[in-house]
C-alpha cells in the first residue's frame, strides 16, 4: 500500500478565507509584492502554487531523461561536456523547484512516489522520442527555448521563492538554448546527412512545442485567480505566439521547412500505421503583416490529450525508468536516513 | 548499437509501491560567497542526512560552476528568525535623526564660511551614506 | 625543462594514454548516471565529477596533440580499439548499482591521485602545471569518494553488504590499474614521471586501507602479476568494446565532420 500525500492537496473554490486577510493578500498581489512561504496565503493559492511548482520539478526531472540517454553518444569531448552539464542542470532545477514545492507542504519523497506511480504529471513534451543526435539539438534549440519564454514569465509571478529560482533557472537556461542553437547552426551547415538529420529531428519537435504551452485558452482562465494572483502571468496563446513569431521565421532563414500534421477534406489527422504523424508543409506559415504575427497551423489537440492521459509514444519508458532509478537507490536512501524504511521489492 | 544492457531493458510497473513513504532529508540552508572579501548570499537549500553531506551536496550544486570561494550550510531550524506580521522590524516613526541625510549643515555653514571653502571641506564626506 | 626529449616521447604519450583513457572511460560510465542518481543532491554531484574526469581527459589529450598532433577529439574518439590504453577497472559497465559505482569511483580516484602527484612533480614543465591543476580537483572527488564508502559502510546492514560485495567483485580487477604502460621506466628514471617514495601499489592500498580500516569491510588487494597483459597493452575487456562501440557512434557517422 502506498499513500500519497496528493490526496489532500486540492484546490476547493467553496473553502471560507478570512475576509479581511484575503483582501489583505489581495492588495499585496495587486502592489506587485512578493508573497513568501511564511506568509498567510489563501489555501487555494498555497495549493495552487505547490501544483504547479510540483508539476514543473516533475517536468525538469523527466526532462533529464531524453538527452540522458545521448550522454553516452555525444560526438565530441565538449558536446559531451555540454550535455552532461545541460542534464545535471535540469537535475539541478528539479532539486530546486522541489525545495520550493516542499516548503508549500509536500515531502519530495511523496512527490517523487506520485510521479512514478503516475498520480502527478509532467511535461507532455517529454513523452516524445529522440531518436537521434540531432533531437538533442533540437530539443535544446526549441524545448528549452520554449521553456524560456514560459519561465521568463513565471519569473514575473508572485511567489518569491518560485520567481527566485525562475531567475537563477533562466540563467542556466541561457547556455541551454545557446548550446543546442550551436548544434542547429553547425548541423545545418554540415553535411547533406547532417541537414537532412536536423530536418527530421525539427519535424519531430515543433509540433510537441507548439503544443508545449498548453491548450488554446478558454475565457475563464484569462480573469480566473490563478492569473488574478500572478501565479500565471500569460495565457498560453500568447505565449505560442511569441515562440513562433521568434523561431519561425529563424528556423525557415536556416533551410528548415515547418511542417504540420496532414490533414484530409474534413481535417482529420491522416497517419501512419504505427501511429506516428504524417508531416506536410505548413501552407498557413507566413507573416500576417496587419496583425503584426506569423500565422500557423494548431497542433494536433486530441493528440495533446492522448499523450496527457498516457498514451503518449513514451510514456511509460519515461515514467519507467524513473521508478527504476527510484527502487534502485532507495537501499542507499535507506541507509543516509539511517532507519528502515520497508523491505526492498523482490525485483530489485 | 543501442544504449547499455540496463536502459534498453527498463520494466514498466503500474502497481503502486509496496514500500512504505520515505521521509525526507534534513533542509540546510546554503550561501555562497563568490569573491574573498565579499559578502556571503544565501542561494537556496539542499537536503541531507548531516552536516557533512549538506557540505558536499551544497558545494556541488551551488559553488562549482560559478565563482565562489566558500560555501556555508546551516540547518534550517538553526536560523531563527523575526515573524514578517508579528514581528515589526524597522522604526515606524521618524528617524531621520540617526541618518546622516537628517542633518542640512549647508545653510548654516554660510554663516561663517565662503562656498569654495565649505565645498573643499566637504569633500571628505562619506556622501555614500546620505 | 621546457622541451621533452624525444626518446622520452614514445613512452610518455603511452602513459598519458592510459591516464586520460581511464580518465575518459570512467567519467563516460559515470555520466551516464546523469539523472538517475540515488538523492537528486548526489546525482548532481555525482555528475560534476563525471564532467571533470572528461575535462581532465580532454586536457590530457590536448598535451598529446601538442607532441603528436592531430586533436583532441580524435584522439578520444578515433582510434582503433587496441590502441586505447585504460584499465579493466573502469571499462566494467557498472549497470547502474550505485554500490559498484561509488566502490569503483573510490579505488580509481585513490590511484589517479597518486599517478597524478607523480606528474605533479615531473621535471617537464607543462606536464608538471596541468597535472598540479588537476590534482586539486582530483582531491575533491577522493574527498567525495571517502564520505560514501565510510557513510555507507557504516550505516545499515543492508548497505554494507552491497558495498562489501562490490568490493569484493571489483578487488580482482585492481591489479588492472598498476600495470605499467610501454617504457615507463625511462620515464621514471629521467625524471619525467619521478617514482613515489613507496611503490605504487603500496601507497595506493595503504590509502585505500586508511579509510577502510576504520569501516570493518573486508579487502584483499595484490599487485599484478609480472607477465600481466591487459589494458595497458590494448587488451581490453568485453565491456570494453561495446562501451566504445556506443560512445563513438555518432561520431562514426561522419568523422570528418563538425558536430
Ligand atoms: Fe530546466
Ligand atoms: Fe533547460
Avoid at chain 3, 188 to 202: I, N, R, S
Wanted: aromatic share 10%.
Amino acid at each position: 500500500m502506498s499513500v500519497s500525500a496528493g490526496d489532500n492537496i486540492k484546490l476547493d473554490w467553496d473553502r471560507q478565507e478570512d475576509e479581511a486577510r484575503l483582501e489583505e493578500f489581495d492588495a499585496r498581489i495587486d502592489r506587485g509584492e512578493l508573497i513568501e512561504a511564511d506568509d498567510w496565503m489563501p489555501e487555494n493559492y498555497r495549493v495552487g502554487m505547490l501544483r504547479m511548482a510540483e508539476h514543473h520539478a516533475n517536468s525538469e526531472i523527466v526532462g533529464a531523461l531524453p538527452e540522458g540517454e545521448w550522454i553516452t553518444r555525444a560526438p565530441s569531448l565538449k558536446r559531451k561536456l555540454a550535455l552532461i552539464a545541460k542534464v545535471q542542470d535540469e537535475v539541478g532545477h528539479g532539486q530546486m523547484l522541489y525545495r520550493v514545492s516542499q516548503d508549500l507542504g509536500k515531502p519530495r519523497d511523496a512527490m517523487l512516489r506520485d510521479l512514478i506511480t503516475a498520480k502527478t504529471k509532467y511535461h507532455n513534451v517529454f513523452n516524445y522520442p529522440a531518436p537521434t543526435w540531432a533531437d538533442v539539438a533540437a530539443i535544446q534549440w526549441l524545448v528549452d527555448g520554449a521553456a524560456i519564454m514560459n519561465q521568463k514569465s513565471l519569473a514575473d509571478g508572485s511567489y518569491g521563492p518560485y520567481v527566485r529560482t525562475m531567475k537563477r533557472i533562466n540563467m542556466e537556461e541561457a547556455f541551454h538554448f545557446k548550446s543546442g542553437e550551436d548544434m542547429v547552426l553547425t548541423l545545418m551547415s554540415g553535411t547533406p546527412r547532417q541537414k537532412k538529420m536536423m530536418q527530421e529531428a525539427f519535424d519531430r519537435w515543433w509540433n510537441p512545442c507548439l503544443m508545449f504551452f498548453g491548450p488554446p485558452d478558454k475565457e475563464s482562465v484569462k480573469t480566473g485567480p490563478f492569473m488574478r494572483w500572478r501565479i500565471k502571468t500569460a495565457t498560453n496563446d500568447t505565449l505560442r505566439q511569441k515562440f513562433v513569431d521568434r523561431f519561425a521565421p529563424a528556423a525557415l532563414d536556416l533551410g528548415l521547412k515547418v511542417k504540420t500534421y496532414q490533414r484530409d477534406a474534413q481535417g482529420v489527422v491522416q497517419r501512419n500505421p504505427d501511429g506516428s504523424a504524417i508531416w506536410t508543409i505548413d501552407e498557413a506559415l507566413h507573416p500576417i503583416e496587419s496583425e503584426k504575427r506569423w500565422g500557423f497551423s494548431q497542433p494536433d489537440w486530441d493528440e495533446f490529450y492522448t499523450v496527457i492521459r498516457g498514451g503518449g509514444p513514451l510514456n511509460r519508458e519515461r515514467v519507467g525508468l524513473r521508478r527504476f532509478s527510484y527502487e534502485q537507490g532507495a537501499w542507499v536512501r535507506r541507509a543516509v536516513l539511517g532507519r528502515p524504511t520497508g523491505a526492498p521489492p523482490n525485483r530489485n | 548499437m543501442g544504449l547499455s544492457k540496463v536502459r534498453d531493458n527498463i520494466p514498466y510497473y503500474s502497481d503502486d509501491l509496496s514500500t512504505p513513504a520515505e521521509g525526507d532529508l534534513r533542509t540546510y540552508e546554503v550561501f555562497v560567497q563568490t569573491e574573498r572579501g565579499k559578502p556571503h548570499t544565501y542561494c537556496g537549500s539542499v537536503d541531507a542526512a548531516d552536516d557533512e553531506m549538506a557540505l558536499m551536496f551544497a558545494r556541488e550544486h551551488f559553488g562549482r560552476d560559478q565563482e565562489c570561494v566558500q560555501v556555508w550550510v546551516a540547518p534550517r531550524d538553526a536560523v531563527i528568525r523575526t515573524d514578517y506580521d508579528k514581528d515589526l522590524v524597522f522604526r515606524l516613526t521618524d528617524q531621520s535623526y540617526r541618518f546622516a541625510k537628517g542633518y542640512n549643515v549647508g545653510m548654516k555653514w554660510r554663516e561663517f564660511r565662503e562656498q569654495r571653502d565649505y565645498d573643499e571641506y566637504k569633500k571628505e564626506d562619506l556622501r555614500e551614506h546620505f | 625543462m621546457t622541451d621533452l626529449a624525444d626518446a622520452h616521447k614514445k613512452p610518455l604519450v603511452q602513459l598519458l594514454f592510459s591516464i586520460a583513457d581511464d580518465k575518459l572511460v570512467l567519467g563516460h560510465r559515470n555520466a551516464d548516471w546523469t539523472g538517475l542518481g540515488p538523492i537528486l543532491e548526489e546525482d548532481i554531484a555525482f555528475s560534476a565529477l563525471a564532467q571533470d574526469d572528461i575535462a581532465h581527459a580532454g586536457a590530457i589529450y590536448g598535451l598529446i596533440a601538442d607532441i603528436t598532433g592531430g586533436d583532441a577529439d580524435h584522439l578520444a574518439y578515433g582510434r582503433t580499439a587496441n590502441t586505447y590504453r585504460c584499465c579493466d577497472l573502469v571499462e566494467l559497465n557498472d549497470e547502474f548499482d550505485w554500490a559498484v559505482a561509488v566502490v569503483r569511483q573510490f579505488f580509481c580516484d585513490h590511484f589517479e591521485h597518486l599517478r597524478l602527484r607523480r606528474l605533479s612533480r615531473s621535471n617537464w614543465t607543462k606536464l608538471r602545471q596541468l597535472a598540479s591543476r588537476m590534482l586539486a580537483e582530483e582531491n575533491l572527488a577522493i574527498g567525495h569518494a571517502d564520505q560514501w564508502i565510510v557513510r555507507l559502510a557504516k550505516s545499515t546492514s543492508e548497505a554494507r553488504g552491497r558495498i562489501q560485495h562490490a568490493v569484493t567483485k571489483l578487488a580482482p580487477l585492481t591489479p588492472s590499474l598498476f600495470e605499467p604502460t610501454e617504457g615507463m621506466a625511462d620515464l621514471e628514471a629521467a625524471g619525467v614521471y619521478p617514482p613515489l617514495e613507496a611503490p605504487m601499489f603500496d601507497a595506493w592500498e595503504s590509502m585505500i586501507a586508511n579509510v577502510i580500516d576504520e569501516t570493518g569491510l573486508r579487502a584483499e588487494f595484490r599487485a599484478p602479476a609480472k607477465d600481466y597483459v591487459g589494458g595497458r597493452h590494448g587488451k581490453h575487456s568485453a565491456d570494453f568494446a561495446a562501451m566504445l562501440s556506443e560512445m563513438t557512434e555518432v561520431y562514426r557517422e561522419e568523422p570528418a565532420a563538425q558536430w
